[in-house]
């Protein structure tokens, strides 16, 4: 097996694009070793040590404050986050510092950790408790995006034996955390209580899961490969999935393009009970109905048998006036355009009042030849419900003149005029609907 500090040059030697690396330095034996090889065989000048402080524990702030020490000897830049976990669970801390380190990472930035093969195992048998599939079961990934930059795990295939060897050989100090011990996390039991049976049954258990996690990580690179496939035949824009051809696929191949999709789109990955609700609850519905699920922090709906993915609504902008002029107005919920694209349109200098539906409104769309409800000219442009109630409609002395991305209307058009456009956020197609 190679020495450690050969092992992190040849995994780190393609990543030549990275300007920093940076070190999440807890303190434990795992990143102090991981900080003494970057130190050995990186520029310090392109090291920044990050330490988080969840201050859970009586000591945090010495602890930092030793982590600070040990950077100071190795000339390593060093920086120290204070974060507020929730609960103390494993996964309010998980998440506390994942968006931590999200926070530091910029573009170029490389951020090491110190996980090793013992940390994979018992991500493995974890995640098989908890009922994973394939992807859960594949564990960490050595390398993967995250924020701006992207996270490394270049010990990922060494044991915590061999580590612990290294750091003791070289006389190395480090932060004996006693959150550790307690059995009450359930990764500290598998660690106490399970590995210990495995490993006396089959001592080449290191290596049995790093083969296991790499077959289930190559089937997962397949499984989005067809996914993409399927993907490319049948997608009309990046938040809109069609449910026709959806539904011509298998249901495997369907379930696998559900996860693949709303990971694409939201970098949410479904759980098996997100999944069915999906499928019962989206998919299922009458098709007189407009179901919609919150998945993380995005709705998926369905309409006109298609279903929508897309972030929260953001509040809408209040009613304004203004004065008619070439080019792009942003607002809250989406940018409202003017250009001169037809023959006629509304005039420049115009002095107009945007406001919102309040029901019951009719328009007079340009080259309809007669009236119309507002509600039934939406439906007929294909918006959908959920984004009506934001849609801008446009008022000249108190007579609706037109509705952005759908229609002008016959009362105050001139020859030469502008056009109003409207993009809402969260449809890449914009708000033109094939109207204007």
């Not at 996980?115 to 408790?129: I, K, S, V, Y």
């Not at 010990?155 to 290294?166: H, K, M, N």
């Not at 999709?261 to 479904?270: A, I, M, N, P």
């Not at 002395?397 to 993009?423: D, K, M, S």
């Amino acid at each position: 097996m190679a020495e450690l500090p050969v092992l992190l040059v040849e995994r780190l030697k393609d990543l030549t694009h990275i300007r920093r690396w940076v070190i999440a330095f807890s303190g434990g034996v795992d990143s102090r070793v991981l900080l003494e090889l970057c130190a050995q065989q990186l520029p310090p000048e392109r090291l920044l040590a990050l330490h988080i402080d969840h201050q859970l524990q009586s000591g945090s702030k010495e602890w930092a404050k030793r982590c600070e020490a040990i950077c100071e000897h190795l000339n390593i830049a060093y920086r120290c986050i204070c974060v507020n976990p929730g609960t103390g669970s494993e996964s309010d801390l998980r998440d506390a510092r994942y968006q931590a380190f999200e926070e530091v990472l910029e573009p170029g930035d490389c951020l090491l950790l110190a996980q090793h093969a013992d940390d994979q195992a018992e991500t493995l048998f974890l995640r098989l408790m908890r009922g994973a599939g394939v992807r859960g079961l594949a564990s960490m990934p050595w390398m993967r995006p995250l924020g701006q930059g992207v996270l490394a795990r270049p010990l990922l295939d060494q044991s915590r034996a061999v580590i612990e060897r290294w750091a003791k050989e070289r006389g190395l100090e480090w932060i004996e955390d006693p959150s550790n011990a307690s059995e009450i996390y359930e990764r500290n039991w598998v660690r106490h209580n399970l590995m210990p049976l495995l490993r006396g049954r089959w001592p080449r258990l290191h290596q049995r899961v790093t083969a296991t996690t790499r077959q289930l990580s190559e089937a997962c690179e397949l499984l989005d490969e067809m996914a993409q496939g399927d993907l490319s035949q049948i997608r009309s824009s990046p938040e809109q999935l069609p449910l026709l051809p959806l539904t011509e696929l298998s249901r495997a191949r369907q379930r696998n393009l559900l996860r693949f999709w709303v990971h694409r789109v939201s970098g949410h990955w479904l759980s098996e009970d997100e999944l069915f609700r999906v499928e019962e609850q989206v998919i299922g519905a009458g098709c007189d109905r407009t179901p919609e699920l919150k998945l993380g922090g995005y709705w998926l709906r369905r309409y006109r048998e298609c279903l929508y993915l897309q972030p929260a609504l953001p509040e809408r902008e209040a009613p304004f006036l203004f004065t008619l002029e070439p080019g792009e107005r942003r607002l809250s919920q989406g940018v409202l355009g003017f250009e001169q694209r037809a023959s006629q349109g509304l005039p420049v200098g115009a002095r107009l009042r945007l406001g919102y539906r309040q029901g019951g409104e009719r328009v007079r769309p340009l080259g309809r030849g007669g009236s119309v409800s507002l509600k039934q000219l939406m439906q007929e442009a294909g918006v959908p419900p959920w984004l009506r109630a934001g849609w801008p409609l446009l008022w000249q002395n108190e007579v609706l003149v037109a509705v952005p991305g759908i229609c002008l209307c016959h009362e105050g058009v001139v020859e030469g005029g502008l056009t109003p456009l409207w993009r809402p956020f969260g449809l890449s197609d914009g708000g033109c609907f094939g109207r204007l």
